[in-house]
């Protein structure tokens, strides 16, 4: 092993384990002894034993797990009210909530104390989203990885390794996906080379428009004349009996029809050269209502080059279908990396909030997700080119994910957009504006040049892959193995016996009849389920902390900022030992910022240490917020990412992220903050006018929604988030089974009257105190992240339904103040406020970020590398970069 | 439906000296020789869990209604034809839970996720797989966990690839689709016997092998890193273990199914009604005596024309007014389904006249009540296969351990174990 120069290694190891910072003791103060001794003990003491429960004996300060559980115990009966018991004597209110406080913090502090791993990382799986980037990486195939157990949980990071677990269905899983990624590559490379290049002409549609509407106005013609003659036949007088009694179950209008066959007189609908379908001919009816749309629509200029983007009434008996679905890719084209090229503009009547497309695949006219929002700033008379790229997937080759789609946004909501064109039909007499034209849409495979191949393919070099030629001889495979082994080990190179056993695994698949392809596929698959490949090992027999590997310190470097394998020139680094230098460490590491991939330490940690996965946690309701579509809301998350991407890349400090002048957003989300002149999908920085509620995390539309249930703002969720993320004081987590403050839900209440509920009973405001008040500063913002200056509430009847006659509305009263701390009296005071508290928040960070680099939680023992790592960028401006350096400078990084 | 018993099978079991399927040889025998003692039918378990939990103010039966005198919910109305075929059991819970998220994750377990100093996660084996063990034995499967793919996540059930999890706490899969179900089961195998051996030595050295590396690497490994290595090691042995089990099973056909290939496709209500026939098909062909399925719950409200997502549902007490009447639609769907299972069951007739329904429990609920609310458990219990009381609504103290439930569904199928999770005992109250 190289010698490596950094400072650190002057330590001996037997010095980094020396003296650990002591962890601070998890004791309760003596003074709630009083509590214990008048109000538990005559039933739980030394004599009387009730539920074989004593207190007495309960030591203060807490060391071991058994006594923290039996706290634990104390907590939950003080916290249910369970005891004292009802008849018994109750202790007063703000003694009680004191103890609960502290006896809840106490635990916390004794749980984080007696779950200090003391520097100790457990040997670390590959997680989820590792898995499948290291496949990527290696052989350039692009897995769906969700039915592998998910690793992420509430409040904890993938990245820990003593919660990264394995059971015998993930490794069958892993052998699967292990396959399907080879046929992908092998597929890929067998393709490789030629150039595939589709366009689409839009134009072309409009042959199939006409005939589909001629049929629909034939359909809509032939289904009014059988109705008419059902009506006649319901009419008749002998069959008055029978249709009254028919009504009676069926009603009137459909459901009559339906009956038609039991109404004597009553014709055949094939008669009518119609289908013998009532659902299909209630469509046919309806059919004229689009009728001035289209003609409308084949009076547009334009139509012998392109076509206009029509809304989808599919469902309605109408197949005027021009949200372009696009004719997919042919069945002979390899998975991989597509490029999509659109030429598209706007018609000078298109509103702005139209001038998006969203892009997709497998398209169903209800409930098809979109994969990408693209905003379209040509127009009509001078088009854009929108280029994106698109994945397709081996594994969906044989299913319709072939079909890609472009359509307007928002019309996966089918009821929404059928509900927007009978409004605008209403208003105008036609239907919605033609907004957007289309003059082309291309697809082309991105050819791959020769230096692109991924490792594990090049490593392959030698054997072919095509089904007619023979098996190649051991040498060949041998010497395979080997390459393709020392890139899937990340740079280990495979043990002789094991080489030897799978070779044996080859032939023997060759000797039971497998094509020479498929054995190479299953021994390399094999390869794929060691465990060398699925753990990211650091051995070290004796325990010690040692220093890493070269190879061990790139693989902690790349893991952390790419989520990745080292790449040929973070390895070559490696190999000549010179990587712990710490210059050239830090130029890899911002080598690595640089690169494209570090997107996925933007979005690993900070989704992870924002909790951002609340924000799919309820759906906002279209009617009340129809501005927060699912186009906004995936603006709203990347705005997250793309700022703290923009801190990194500015050097610019993370306290911008408590407070700033600026935002980073694209034109979609600057039209949602009602910020002019910003267009196009591109993430940029733009300046806030002055006193702009934005600029920050709190005056992020992503960081508010999370807290709200998509219906109203939740002013307990978005406190604990405060002081959970941002102040590093986080509120114990909430107690079970306590129900939803909906006892209220009948009465006519403000927000604020109804929190006041948690100020009645002490075991509620022992934290609430303490997390409403920042709740209430932020109550400006409405559930989807707009301000507001009034709210009001509408009470729930007996039956659950909202009584319009109880509604209650207020103007927006965000003064409070922080608990134990200053008042504030609007929500930018309070903003101020915890600005101020620049330290605390850079200490959260730190934490958060040494836990997902290091794979393990931060400990009492780890105190002083956080307050070094703290102090270090404080110097430097708290530049968000210089985390991430001290941090991987550190020793605590650079050893075992 | 019935296949009489193949004149193969008698001959493989002469030869092949392996415990076969013998429900039906085991009825046939009872008939033919009335001087031998009867052997008792084998117990069958099946665990249906639904994650998000219910309307708590319209499923339940009232709680002053104690017996079997109560009134029928406005949610298991569907159920009203198998009232005396069920018990609806309150006041249990599982003490340890907290996450309002995981309505399946600790519901058979009963384990503490923060029972594992250092550990964000720790789970125990879950209740379906302790009964495997013992009820399995002679069969092709000894359990099978059915699972709803990508709609899980979205269905409240919280962690787990099923409802199951085996003896180290590790999560068990199984198919996720009807189709997927079917050819488990039922799936003909038509390559040659010499070659499906090879293939079995082939599969069996490359576990060699994955065990093998493990080896080398454990050799240079302090003790926490392979603490964490063991699971790999405990992964290829569960794989090991089922091989044998396969193998042992060599050349023995899958029965034949009793009902049509699924077509692939279908989502939610048609879906489930589909696994629920496949569940009562693997129990009729005694492929297997253990059953669980998580439900998909998500695309069940798809199927139902609801747009609401399901999360949103669960909370029906905040949001919007129509969250509560999809959160009702649900349970009426749900009970529908189950009482389109108990008759199925009930149809199953065996040799000696008794129905499927006479040797099975089923155990249908969540560990959400509603909402974030983890007491009084929804429990359903149906069947006369564990001597339960039935056509109850069986109201036990509050905060009952659920794990006191398991056990006493345990004893009651003939599965004799001191404890299960946090038990304190059985719980008289619940048998008839």
Known sequence: ?896 | MHNALPRRRFLQTSTALIALPFLESLGFRRFASATTAPVPHPKRLLFIGFGWGVTEESWYPKQSEKGPGYTLSAGLAPLERHKAEFSIVQGLANRYTTNGHYGSTFWLTGANEFGEPGQSFHNGISVDQIAAAHLGKDVRFDSLCLDCGAAASKSGHGPGLSLSWDSRGKPIGGPTHPVEAFHRLFAKDSTPLDQQKAMFAQRRSILDHAMEEARDLQRTLGKTDNAKLDEYFQGIRDMETRLSRDEKWLGIPRPEAPLHEPQPGLAGYEEIKLMYDIMVAALQTDSTRVLTYRLPVSSLLTSLNVTMDSHTMSHYHQPRAEALEVSQKRDLSQSELLAHLLDQLNAAKQPDGSSLLDHTTVVYGSNIRTGHSLDNCPTLIAGRGAGFQLGHNLVLPKDTPLCNAWLTLLRGSGVEVERHGDSTGILPALLA
């Open chain 1, 1 to 896: 092993m190289q010698r490596v120069t950094s400072l650190f290694l002057l330590i001996s190891a037997a010095a980094l384990r020396a003296a650990p910072p002591s962890a601070p003791t998890a004791a309760l103060p003596e003074k709630h002894r009083a509590l214990l001794e008048s109000h538990c003990q005559s039933c739980h003491g030394a004599e009387k034993q009730k539920g074989k429960f004593r207190v007495d004996d309960l030591p203060f300060s807490i060391t071991d797990i058994a006594s923290a559980e039996r706290w634990q115990k104390v907590l939950n009966a003080l916290n249910s009210g369970e005891m004292p018991p009802e008849e018994e004597k109750q202790p007063a209110a703000v003694q009680k909530t004191d103890f609960l406080d502290e006896l809840t913090q106490t635990l916390v502090t004794a749980r984080r104390a007696l779950s200090d791993q003391h520097g100790v990382i457990a040997l670390r799986r590959l997680n989820r989203r590792e898995y499948k980037n290291t496949l990527h990486t290696l052989l350039g195939a692009t897995l769906d990885v969700s039915e592998l157990p998910a690793d992420t949980r509430p409040g904890g990071f993938d990245t820990v390794g003593a919660n990264l677990f394995l059971s015998s269905s993930q490794l069958e899983g892993y052998e699967a996906l292990a396959k399907e990624a080879l046929e992908d590559a092998f597929a890929q490379r067998t393709a490789a080379g030629g150039e595939k290049k589709l366009r689409f002409e839009a134009e072309n549609t409009l042959a199939g428009f006409k005939k589909s509407n001629h049929e629909a106005h034939l359909n809509h013609s032939r289904a009014a004349s059988w109705l008419k003659a059902f009506e006649q036949a319901i009419a008749r007088p002998e069959n008055a009996t029978l249709v009254a009694e028919l009504r009676k179950t069926h009603g009137s209008g459909e459901g009559l029809r339906h009956q038609w066959e039991k109404i004597p007189g009553a014709p055949h609908p094939e008669k009518y050269g119609l289908p013998n379908n009532v659902f299909l001919i209630q469509g046919f009816l309806t059919a004229d209502e689009f009728v001035p749309y289209e003609q409308s629509y084949l009076a547009m200029p334009g139509l012998d080059t392109g076509a206009y983007l029509t809304r989808p009434f599919s469902n309605l008996g109408r197949h005027s279908n021009n949200a372009l679905f696009l004719p997919g890719i042919p069945a002979d084209w390899p998975p991989g990396d597509y490029t999509i090229r659109v030429r598209i503009g706007a018609t000078p009547e298109a509103p702005p909030e139209r001038r998006f497309i969203e892009f997709g695949v497998n398209h169903s006219v209800d409930r098809s997700p979109f994969l990408s929002t693209h905003e379209v700033t040509g127009t009509r008379d001078n088009p854009q080119i929108l280029e994106f790229r698109h994945t397709l997937h081996s594994k969906f080759l044989k299913e319709r994910a072939r079909n890609l789609f472009i359509r307007e946004r928002g019309l996966g909501i089918f009821n929404k957009s059928v509900d927007y064109f009978r409004e605008m039909r209403r208003q105008n007499g036609v239907g919605p504006e033609l907004a957007l034209w289309v003059d082309w849409i291309e697809i082309e495979k991105i050819p791959t040049p020769e230096e692109a191949t991924p490792p594990g393919i090049r490593a392959l070099t030698g054997i072919s892959l095509d089904p007619k030629s023979p098996p190649p001889t051991e040498e060949q495979l041998r010497e395979a193995l080997t390459r393709f082994a020392t890139e899937a080990y990340r740079g280990l190179p495979p043990r002789p016996e094991s080489l030897a056993r799978l070779v044996q695994i080859h032939r023997d698949r060759l000797q039971l009849g497998a094509t020479p392809r498929e054995a190479l596929r299953d021994t390399l698959a094999v390869l794929l389920t060691s465990p060398r490949f699925l753990y990211r090992t650091e051995p070290e027999p004796q325990e010690a902390h040692r220093p890493l590997t070269p190879l061990e310190l790139a693989s902690r470097l790349s893991y952390f900022l790419w989520g990745a394998p080292p790449d040929p020139a973070l390895r070559a680094v490696a190999d000549s030992g010179q990587l712990a230098n710490p210059e050239v460490l830090r130029s890899e590491t911002e080598r690595l910022l640089a690169d494209r991939r570090s997107e996925e330490f933007l979005d690993g940690f900070l989704s992870q240490w924002l909790s951002l996965e609340r924000l799919d946690f309820f759906q906002f309701n279209p009617k009340r917020f129809p501005r927060f579509d699912a186009n906004t809301k995936a603006a709203a998350r990347a705005e997250v990412l793309e700022t703290f991407g923009h801190l990194l890349r500015e050097k610019a400090p993370v306290t911008d992220l408590l407070k700033s002048d600026y935002v980073v957003v694209n034109g979609l989300l600057a039209s949602y903050y009602g910020l002019e002149g910003v267009q196009g999908d591109t993430f940029r920085k733009v300046a806030l006018p002055p006193n702009s509620a934005r600029g920050g995390l709190l005056g992020m539309a992503a960081i508010l929604a999370m807290g709200s249930n998509g219906e109203r703002s939740n002013p307990v969720e978005r406190g604990a988030w405060v002081l959970r993320k941002l102040l590093n004081d986080p509120p114990p987590p909430a107690p079970a089974n306590v129900p939803e403050i909906n006892r209220l839900a009948t009465r006519v209440l403000t927000t604020r009257e109804r929190l006041q509920a948690h100020q009645e009973s002490p075991q509620c405001a022992s934290c609430h105190r303490k997390i409403d008040p920042i709740g209430f500063g932020l109550e400006n913002f409405d559930a989807a992240g707009q301000w507001r200056t009034e709210d009001s509430y509408t009470a729930l009847d007996a039956a659950g339904k909202p009584d319009p006659k109880a509604k209650k509305t207020w103007a927006i009263e965000p003064a409070a103040a922080l608990y134990k701390g200053p008042a504030f009296s609007s929500y930018h005071e309070m903003r101020d406020l915890i600005a101020a508290r620049k330290e605390a928040f850079a200490r959260g960070l730190t934490a958060a970020l040494l836990e997902y680099a290091l794979g393990r939680p931060c400990g009492f023992s780890d105190e002083p590398l956080r307050e070094s790592i703290v102090a270090h960028s404080s110097q430097r401006g708290f530049a968000a970069r210089e985390f991430l350096h001290a941090l991987i400078q550190s020793q605590a990084f650079q050893t075992k």
